[in-house]
């Protein structure tokens, strides 16, 4: 079956480290996204792309960086200038219709050591 | 810019029992509405969409959704609740602009036996 896979579930950082979440799809989809979630908190839109080597700043792209060299990825690196890293990430792919995220993953929990 | 309101942070319901899950959203023009689903430690699941057309929209595991313009809402209705409907509810607005969803902040369901 066709899904998004997101690793590891749950990482931790360290004071000034930066770390990578993977993001791979197999649903051949166009389009791309990053979500931050906090406790009883909805989804804030980090980054997004609609197409390889190319993506556009979310609403808190601060602290974050990604790429898109391939269709099928789309790794978030969390970098040490986002002080507050602590949260559920969620990666999430849609077709062209709408291009609104219609696939999640099942998240990676970023925790702080 | 556009909003999410979901008036209600947390609802319970006993098993068998309709629900009514509201939504109202902000947004200058005829908007794309979604209703997803989010089990603990998990990712998102896209119950229903509405982008144009009938405005009584049918989703997965018998929910659906109408869309009211005059009162900017999208509320989801389900006429029997499952035990397994406990979960978080996301309403979601999108703009044609590709990718810029905005999600409200969740209502809890808790079913009672």
């Known amino acids: 079956d066709g899904g998004i896979t997101q690793s590891p579930k749950y990482l931790f950082r360290k004071e000034g480290q930066n770390v990578t979440l993977s993001c791979e799809q197999n649903?051949?989809?166009?389009?791309m996204y990053w979500y931050r979630q906090d406790p009883g908190q909805g989804l804030r839109l980090i980054y997004y792309?609609?197409?390889?080597?190319?993506?556009q700043k979310g609403d808190i792209a601060e602290g974050y960086s990604v790429s898109r060299e391939k269709k099928e990825s789309f790794p978030l690196t969390v970098t040490s200038a986002q002080k507050n890293p602590t949260a559920f990430y969620l990666c999430a792919s849609s077709r062209a219709e709408g291009n609104q995220p219609q696939h999640f993953g099942d998240g990676t929990r970023l925790s702080i050591l | 810019a556009q909003s999410v309101t979901q008036p209600d942070i947390h609802i319970t319901v006993s098993e068998g029992a309709s629900l009514e899950l509201r939504c109202n959203y902000s947004y200058g023009a005829t908007p794309y509405l979604f209703w997803y689903v989010q089990s603990p430690g998990q990712g998102l699941q896209l119950l229903l969409k509405y982008f144009s057309g009938d405005t009584l929209v049918q989703g997965i595991k018998g929910f659906e959704a109408e869309f009211k313009r005059s009162q900017s809402s999208f509320n989801l209705r389900k006429p029997s609740v499952h035990w397994s409907d406990a979960a978080e509810y996301f309403c979601?607005?999108?703009?044609?602009?590709?990718?810029?969803?905005?999600f409200g902040d969740g209502t809890t369901l808790t079913v009672k036996p």
């Open positions: 792309s609609q197409i390889v080597n190319d993506f």
């Open positions: 979601a607005v999108g703009a044609p602009e590709r990718g810029k969803s905005t």
């Open positions: 649903l051949n989809h166009d389009a």
